[in-house]
């Protein structure tokens, strides 16, 4: 073949390689780890594996190869701060990977790495530019690289434990504290003498010399908690090599920023700026940013204030700082989707799908950051008028300008600097520390993975059929997650049976309740889900004992898989009313199917409104009335998609897959098509009318471009229509009123409550200027200033506003602090003259009797106001507010 040259080329080039070699080829990953609670992100090419490299999932092939989308920007994998600094770090990137589950090992992982980065029909590196690194103990892969492949002894390089504890090593990979692990060989690439830097395990290993390009993984180890290396009885191969770095090294540059790829997103990047590509690092900044963003939000996250989508919005907020950094005045980071898509489009065509919608996502928050830059402005604003010439910000207040309002640092050190006031930096960093420590806590779980079930069960399931089995058998039962041969009376645990009717939770759907017999016990079923091939029911045995290889009776529970099975079916026939009435846009985003509820969650830039929701109820039900048999099929993932089944968000799929129509879309032109076609593995009604009545109970926005549909079906949905109707009936008896008048009788009545408040605000300005006038009687002299000090009763925050203002106007240079008492809460309010603002400000007395009183608050150096709940020792703390002040305020000896 052609020796690839562009990124694209080479990525294609690894896959074709090893199909060659008997790998099957899997597709990425989402960047969502599925059903992994130990990973804020799918961040390398392993993770979609890691369940065959426990032995808890089998899969119909032995060797795999992929391209690994991964985003490392979180947790305790976090490039973020480095990314556009240094050659080769980013957010996003991919990791060509293959893979061994218990076929060969060390000897083929070698030969099949030497060939396609030396073979001239390959990659075609100059072998002599080759070095390898192995654990320093291990024999056998550097007798493979000396003897089999002929690398001289000098280029192979043993590193042992160099991180200061037994197996630490940079040759030495573990999946966590406990679990497969295993010795591994890098291969290095040398960039020639003219490069600085030194060998593998050299002081100069950090130079840019000698760059890392493949890593084969040799998992034989399970490491337990006590940290006994115990062997694992299938060796498997896990290696990678990062698509950026290889492309660097066949393209002839040092670092990842110059190869084809980034090279036309840094130009994209600088052409929508209007300004010339001259290395800038905040232009690399926006070219990996891009990638990161757009592959995240295909993957279904979206910008939030937690978790995932908190990472998000902090990749695309520092995207936009960049870019504004650059002279953008306006939205354009979302503008650089079009020319992702030109580089990456091809492998990936979900950016094409979505494409749309990605954009829309990134314009919003690039708008929303725009805004929260102004309010940061304002504060920082606030903040200077505080100081005076020669001081300093305080740390605290410059990292809640950087967390908060996305303020860089340098970006607040500038202002500051104009006003001549330093930052406090050490404090700032004290800060950043802090939150990186955070970070790293967020990033780590505790799990033990030799405490996995690891079984090579498998399990049949029946329930497609039927809700009873009488003749399963036992064949494995587990209590606290190790095999044992009896649970007894009380004991939680899990029993595998050989075949079931219980369905395991997946897509969306929950898993199944019911009842496990046998000669000897019950075990009640609390919850049912997969374990590789193994359905493992959950529960607790509540009469007698359950043995291993027991003839048992599984019962499902009936009432719960028919509501559930109408809750599913529903489910789908609202994605295709949504889809129908609100556009194709419409993508789910996650789905939640029990007995009571069904939750649907779908990708909108805008409410659905009243209209919309009462016309998908309108076709979901006719769907139903219909009766139509539901339809299912079995077919290639490609015919599949040729009949225009959508998938559901975030479920894996085989080759072959189970197929949903319901329902009749009717035609003019009498071609009839399935209103509703989907994969789906889940249970379902038999007819489209066993689903019974649907009603939409919920529609509610959960984030940025997100929307949330809550529904009932069945006898739930009766149940919600009657409640409905009772309120209604028993309103109309309140209001002595039929029930088409009641919605004008409530506004009515809202209207008369909006007007009765309006004239109250009106009495309590009225009476707090009336109060202000005898409140004058209050007025003290403390060093020299007047001030008044005085509680109000029935005055609330709202109202004691006006009563400062109608003071002020009278006491121009006073201090004014007023206290209301009203349904036991203290309103705490302080005004101070422009005059007297050096000395003293109206939030510093305001933050002091919070801390008096148990409350809180603050404000500007003229106003300022807060809150605490009534106290028996208000009184004392207004008696000795005058020694306060009078401390602020006497002149200080010099």
């Known amino acids: 073949m052609t020796q690839p040259y562009r990124s694209a080329d080479i990525r ?24 992994d609670p130990t990973l804020l992100f799918t961040n390398a090419g392993m993770n979609q594996f890691k369940d065959c490299f426990l032995g808890i999932d089998k899969r119909d092939y032995s060797r795999a190869v ?58 075609g590196l100059d072998a002599d530019r080759l070095y390898v690194t192995v654990y320093e103990t291990d024999d056998e892969a550097y007798n493979h690289w000396h003897d089999d492949i002929g690398l001289p002894a000098e280029r192979i390089i043993r590193i042992g434990d160099n991180k200061g504890a037994p197996y630490a090593s940079d040759n030495f990979w573990a999946m966590g504290d406990t679990g497969p692990c295993g010795p591994c060989s890098e291969v290095f690439y040398d960039h020639g003498e003219d490069v600085e830097g030194g060998l593998p395990g050299t002081p100069e290993e950090d130079g840019d010399r000698y760059i890392e390009v493949w890593n084969c993984v040799f998992m034989q180890f399970n490491r337990q908690k006590d940290g006994t290396m115990d062997p694992l009885p299938a060796p498997s191969v896990d290696t990678g090599m990062g698509l950026e770095r290889i492309s660097a090294i066949i393209q002839g540059v040092h670092s990842n920023y110059e190869i084809d790829m980034f090279v036309a997103l840094i130009d994209a990047a600088a052409k929508l700026l209007g300004i010339d590509n001259q290395g800038q690092a905040s232009l690399k900044v926006i070219a990996d940013h891009i990638r990161a963003v757009s592959f995240l939000i295909a993957d279904g996250v979206i910008p939030s204030n937690e978790g995932r989508g908190y990472v998000l919005r902090r990749i695309i907020r520092r995207a936009v700082r960049h870019g504004n950094k650059l002279g953008a005045q306006d939205a354009f980071f979302y503008q650089m989707v079009a020319p992702l898509i030109e580089q990456m489009g091809a492998a990936y065509p979900q950016l094409v799908e979505q494409q749309a919608f990605i954009e829309s996502t990134i314009e919003k928050e690039e708008s929303q950051f725009a805004k929260t830059l102004a309010q940061g402005l304002r504060l920082l604003a606030t903040e200077l008028e505080q100081l005076k010439a020669g001081d300093t910000l305080s740390g605290d207040a410059a990292f809640k300008l950087y967390d908060t309002y996305g303020f860089p640092v340098d970006l607040t050190a500038d202002i500051a600097r104009e006003h001549d006031i330093i930052i406090d930096e050490a404090g700032f960093e004290t800060q950043m520390e802090a939150q990186r420590q955070r970070a790293r806590d967020a990033g780590k779980f505790d799990v033990d993975y030799s405490s996995v079930i690891n079984t090579d069960a498998a399990t049949e399931f029946l329930g497609y ?29 899990i029993l595998i049976l050989d075949h079931t009717p219980f369905y395991a939770e997946g897509g969306g759907q929950a898993g199944e309740m019911g009842e496990i017999r046998t000669q000897t016990g019950v075990f009640s079923v609390q919850d049912t889900k997969k ?46 009313a949504l889809r129908q009435v609100v556009g194709d846009k419409v993508q789910q985003k996650g789905s939640l199917v029990s007995s009571e509820v069904l939750r649907f969650d779908f990708s909108c830039d805008t409410p659905v409104s009243p209209e919309q929701i009462n016309r998908i ?34 479920e894996k799929y085989g080759d072959t897959v189970r197929v949903l129509s319901m329902g009749t879309h009717r035609y003019q032109d009498g071609i009839d098509t399935p209103f509703s076609i989907e994969l789906c593995g889940g249970l379902h009604v038999h007819r489209t009318g066993d689903i019974g009545i649907f009603k939409i109970t919920s529609e509610s926005g959960i984030a940025a471009g997100i929307r949330r549909i809550e529904a009932l079906t069945g006898m739930g949905a009766l149940k919600y229509i009657q409640q409905g109707d009772a309120q209604l009936t028993q309103l109309a008896g309140q209001l002595k ?62 109202g004691i506003r006006p009563l400062i203002d109608d003071l002020k106007s009278k006491l121009p ?8 008492d009203k349904d036991n809460q203290l309103a705490l309010a302080s005004a101070v003259s422009k005059t007297l603002t ?31 709940p009534a106290t028996d020792n208000l009184a004392q703390v207004l008696d000795d507010l005058p020694n306060w002040l009078e401390s602020k305020l006497a002149p200080q000896d010099s």
């Not at 009873?468 to 009380?490: C, F, H, L, M, R």
């Not at 077919?635 to 975030?650: D, N, P, T, Y």
């Not at 009545?749 to 009336?770: I, T, Y």
């Not at 240079?813 to 209301?820: D, M, Q, T």
Request: proline content about 2%.
């Open 531 to 576: 374990s590789g091939q193994a359905i493992i029911h959950h529960g607790v045995v509540s009469v007698g004992s359950i043995h291993v290889e027991q003839i048992a009776e599984a019962q499902v529970m009936s009432s719960i898989r028919a509501a559930s099975a109408k809750n599913h079916s529903a489910t789908h026939l609202l994605h295709a």
């Open 737 to 798: 009123a039929k029930r088409p008048e009641i919605a004008q009788r409530v506004q009515n009545l809202a209207d008369k409550q909006r007007e009765l408040e309006k004239q109250l605000e009106r009495l309590n300005q009225k009476l707090a200027s009336s109060q202000a006038a005898n409140l004058l009687d209050n007025i003290q002299n403390i060093a020299g200033h007047d001030v008044v000090i005085a509680t109000v009763k029935g005055i609330d925050g709202k």
């Open 617 to 650: 109820e309108k076709i979901v039900n006719e769907q139903i009335q219909a009766n139509e048999a539901t339809r299912i099929e079995h077919m290639s993932i490609e015919e599949a998609k040729q009949k225009g089944a959508m998938a559901l968000f975030g």
């Open 838 to 868: 050096k000395q003293i400000k109206a939030g510093d007395i305001i933050r002091h009797l919070a801390e008096q009183l148990g409350g809180k608050g603050g404000g500007k150096p003229e106003y300022a106001q807060g809150g605490a």
């Open 813 to 820: 240079k006073a201090i004014i602090v007023l206290i209301g």
């Open 465 to 493: 059929e039927q809700l009873q089995e009488d003749k399963a058998s036992i064949i494995d039962v587990y209590v606290d997650g190790k095999p044992t041969k009896q649970i007894n009376e009380g004991e939680e645990g």
């Open 66 to 123: 992929s391209a690994q989308k991964c985003v490392r920007a979180g947790g305790k994998h976090n490039d973020l701060d480095n990314v556009g600094y240094t050659a080769r770090h980013h957010t996003f990137f991919e990791m060509l990977g293959n893979f061994s589950f218990g076929d060969y090992f060390k000897k083929d992982a070698i030969a099949f790495a030497w060939e396609f980065l030396t073979s001239k029909d390959w990659l």
């Open 12 to 35: 294609q080039a690894f896959i074709e390689y090893f199909q060659s070699k008997q790998h099957t080829h899997v597709p990425s990953a989402s960047l969502i780890p599925h059903n």
